[in-house]
T-cell receptor, first 111, second 114 residues
Framework: NAGVTQTPKFQVLKTGQSMTLQCAQD?????MYWYRQDPGMGLRLIYY???????DKGEVPNGYNVSRLNKREFSLRLESAAPSQTSVYFC??????????FGPGTRLTVT | QQQVKQSPQSLIVQKGGISIINCAYE??????FPWYQQFPGKGPALLIA?????SEKKEGRFTISFNKSAKQFSLHIMDSQPGDSATYFC?????????????FGQGTTLQVKP
């Protein structure tokens, strides 16, 4: 039981490049989330998916797109990376709407 | 804008001391207040949580105190240990819609000195 897994762990992009962050959970949870963590800002919700087939914007969705591929997988795409998107990205899942289980994170640097 | 404000940003405590982290919220519709603990290089993990119908919840050395009228809640770590050194986030959520969306505070980096 791996919980929530994220790939890659580290990534360096040049401005304007695109990439997809992958997230998978093996806990059969309905809800999945993408957050970004920046120093002094806490964790801010980018997008979430309350159930398979649905996605909704969070607090900071601009510059990102998501796909809930199936119940297990929820990907985050940066179409044209910008330096402001340098951050640590966390995926989380939950069944109980309260308790969220987080992955280990992806550290992204955009130069 | 729904906000949760957390203080202090950083905290240094001697081993055996009490660590106290405070949070304040604005939206009275919040009805669930968890604390998450994050070690370096790891994702956050749920530590303890409280609902607004109780004023205090204790789990081992960790206690949440909740003041509904002041719209404040705090985490107390008794007998702090070097292994408690981590970043702590308070959060709040609303049951309506059942989406589980959490609003996080800014985080507090705790260092417990041996």
């Amino acid at each position: 039981n791996a919980g929530v897994t994220q790939t890659p762990k580290f990534q360096v992009l040049k401005t304007g490049q695109s990439m997809t962050l992958q997230c998978a959970q093996d806990m059969n949870h309905n809800s999945m989330y993408w957050y970004r963590q920046d120093p002094g800002m806490g964790l801010r919700l980018i997008y979430y998916s309350a159930s398979e087939g649905t996605t909704d914007k969070g607090e900071v969705p601009n510059g990102y797109n998501v796909s809930r591929l199936n119940k297990r997988e929820f990907s985050l795409r940066l179409e044209s990376a910008a330096p402001s998107q340098t951050s640590v990205y966390f995926c989380a899942s939950s069944e109980n709407p309260r308790e969220q289980y987080f992955g280990p994170g992806t550290r992204l640097t955009v130069t | 804008q729904q906000q949760v404000k957390q203080s202090p940003q950083s905290l240094i405590v001697q081993k055996g001391g009490i660590s106290i982290i405070n949070c304040a919220y604005e939206n009275t519709a919040f009805d669930y207040f968890p604390w998450y603990q994050q070690f370096p290089g790891k994702g956050p993990a749920l530590l303890i949580a409280i609902r607004p119908d109780v004023s205090e919840k204790k789990e081992g050395r960790f206690t949440i105190s909740f003041n509904k009228s002041a719209k404040q809640f705090s985490l107390h770590i008794m007998d702090s240990q070097p292994g408690d050194s981590a970043t702590y986030f308070c959060a709040a959520s609303i049951a309506r819609g059942n989406t589980g969306k959490l609003i996080f505070g800014q985080g507090t980096t705790l260092q417990v000195k041996p």
